[in-house]
C-alpha cells in the first residue's frame, strides 16, 4: 500500500469520505486522491514523495504559485502579533480599501472567511435591499453551498428547482429560478413573469465551476440592461474570477459594472479570506447601519488579512496578468494541438489564469454541453497526466489553474506529458 492509500484508508474512518471537501476524494475520476504534504511555486509533493506540476493551485488562490516568500513572511510576521482579535484592525481598512481600487464597483466591501459566506450574504443584502424574495441563477454555476443556491434546474422553462442536496427543504428553493447560462430569452421571460418579486440575478460572469465557460456576446450586457429596468441587483460571483480572469476581474475585462461583488479564493492568498460589496447604497442596508444582518467572528481575521494584502500587492503589476495569460494560453493552443494530432476530439479556451480543456468538437457554452463531452476519455487522459506528474483538475466540471510559477519550463514539461497521455488514450 502507498502512504497515499495508507492515508486515504486512516482519513476514511474519521472524516466522511476520507476529505473536507468532496471534489477531493476523486470520486467523478476514480482512484486514491494523493495526500499533498508540500507545495512550492508550481509543484506539488504528495506523501510518496511523487512530484506534480500543480494545475489546481488550491481551486484558485494559488496565482503567485504556492508558498511564494513574501506571502509566507506575512503570515508569520501577522502570527507573532495574535491570531485574532474580535475587534477592528489596520489590516482590514487597507484590505478594503485596495479592494475598492482595484473594483471601483466595490464602493463598500465587508469580509468574511469564504466564498459561501460571501454569496449568502450579498443574497440576503440583495433580498433586504429590495424586499423581494426570488433570485435567479444559471444552469452549472456554483455559488457556494449556502441552502437557497444548491438547486438545479427543474423540468419545464420556468419552473422552479429541484435542491441538489438532500437536507434542503423544497421550501427554502422554492425562490431560486435556475436557468441556462448564456439564455438571455429565458432571463426576460422570468423578469416577465415574476419581475417584481425578483431581488438579484448571480452569476458567475465567466464561468468557472462547468468547466470554464465564457458569456457569450451580449449576455452579461443583456444581465445589466435587465436588472436595471426592473430595480433588481446583479451580483457578479468572482470569487474564482476575481484577480484571475485579469487585474479587474471579469468587471474590467467586459466592462460592466454590477451592483454587488463577490469575492474570495485570490484575495486570501491561500488563507481563507472572502468579501461582498458593491454599491455604498446597498452596502449599508447591512448592520450596524442597517437592518440586514450579517457578522463572522474570524471575519477580517488578520493572520489571513495579511496574506491577502501582499498577495494583491504583488499582483498590481499590468506585466503580471500578461505573462499569466500569455502562459495559458501557450499552454491551451499547445494541448489542442497535440490532440488533434492523435486524431482525438478535443478543444480547449483560456482566460487570464483560467484553463478549460473539453472532449467536444466545440468549446461549449452551457452545462448541457459539457455534460455531453467525453467525459470517460477526461477520465483517462486524468489518470494519464497524473502518471506523468501533472495534476489537474480531478473533473471534466472544473477549470484548471495557472500561476506566476508556471513558467516556460514547466509548461513544455506539461506539453511533453500530454502528448504521452494523449497517446495513451483509447479512440
Ligand atoms: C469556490 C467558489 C465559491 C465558494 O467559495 P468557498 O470559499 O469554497 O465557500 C463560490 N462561488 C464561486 C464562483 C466559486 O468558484
Redesign the pocket.
Known amino acids: 500500500m502507498s502512504k497515499n492509500q495508507e492515508l486515504f484508508a486512516r482519513a476514511s474512518k474519521h472524516i466522511p469520505g476520507g476529505v473536507n471537501s468532496p471534489v477531493r476524494a476523486f470520486g467523478s475520476v476514480g482512484g486514491t486522491p494523493p495526500f499533498i504534504e508540500r507545495a512550492e511555486g508550481a509543484h506539488v509533493w504528495d506523501a510518496d514523495g511523487k512530484k506534480y506540476i500543480d494545475y489546481v493551485g488550491s481551486?484558485g488562490p494559488a496565482i503567485l504559485g504556492h508558498a511564494h516568500p513574501a506571502v509566507v513572511k506575512a503570515v508569520q510576521d501577522a502570527a507573532v502579533n495574535g491570531l485574532s482579535f474580535g475587534a477592528p484592525t489596520k489590516g482590514e481598512v487597507e484590505l478594503a480599501e485596495l479592494i475598492s481600487q482595484r473594483l471601483p464597483s466595490m464602493e463598500k466591501v465587508r469580509l468574511v472567511s469564504?466564498?459561501?459566506e460571501a454569496?449568502m450574504s450579498a443574497i440576503r443584502l440583495a433580498r433586504g435591499y429590495t424586499g423581494r424574495n426570488k433570485i435567479i441563477k444559471f444552469e452549472g454555476c456554483?455559488?457556494?453551498h449556502a441552502d437557497s443556491l444548491l438547486v438545479k434546474a427543474g423540468s419545464g422553462l420556468l419552473t422552479f428547482g429541484n435542491p441538489t442536496s438532500a437536507g434542503v427543504p423544497e421550501d427554502f428553493i422554492r425562490h431560486t429560478l435556475v436557468l441556462d447560462f448564456n439564455n438571455l430569452e429565458a432571463v426576460q421571460a422570468a423578469f416577465a413573469e415574476h419581475g417584481s418579486d425578483i431581488a438579484c440575478i448571480i452569476v458567475?460572469p465567466i464561468a468557472?465551476?462547468m468547466n470554464l465557460i465564457k458569456p457569450a456576446p451580449g449576455f452579461l450586457e443583456g444581465l445589466r440592461e435587465i436588472c436595471t429596468a426592473h430595480d433588481a441587483v446583479l451580483i457578479f460571483?468572482e470569487?474564482?474570477t476575481g484577480f484571475r480572469a485579469g487585474p479587474q476581474g471579469v468587471q474590467g475585462l467586459s466592462g460592466i459594472t454590477p451592483d454587488l461583488t463577490t469575492l474570495?479564493?485570490v484575495i486570501g492568498g491561500g488563507m481563507p479570506v472572502?468579501a461582498f460589496g458593491g454599491r455604498a447604497d446597498i452596502m449599508d442596508c447591512i448592520a450596524p447601519l442597517g437592518n440586514v444582518y450579517q457578522a463572522g467572528t474570524l471575519s477580517g481575521n488578520p493572520v489571513a488579512v495579511a496574506a491577502g494584502l501582499v498577495t494583491l500587492k504583488l499582483l498590481d503589476n499590468a506585466l503580471f496578468y500578461d505573462t499569466l495569460a500569455a502562459q495559458t494560453q501557450k499552454l491551451a493552443l499547445g494541448l489542442a494541438d497535440l490532440a488533434k494530432a492523435q486524431g482525438l476530439t478535443f478543444s480547449t479556451d483560456y482566460v487570464g489564469g483560467m484553463l478549460g480543456l473539453y472532449f467536444s468538437e466545440q468549446v461549449p457554452t452551457t452545462y448541457a454541453e459539457v455534460a455531453a463531452s467525453n467525459i470517460d476519455q477526461f477520465k483517462q487522459f486524468f489518470h494519464a497526466m497524473l502518471d506523468e506528474g501533472v495534476y489537474w483538475a480531478p473533473s471534466a466540471f472544473e477549470a484548471s489553474f495557472t500561476s506566476g510559477a508556471h513558467t516556460d519550463e514547466v509548461i513544455q514539461t506539461t506539453l511533453e506529458a500530454a502528448e504521452r497521455a494523449f497517446k495513451r488514450l483509447k479512440n
Open positions: 481551486w469564504s466564498g459561501t454569496t456554483y455559488h457556494g458567475e468557472g465551476n460571483d470569487v474564482m474570495a479564493k472572502g
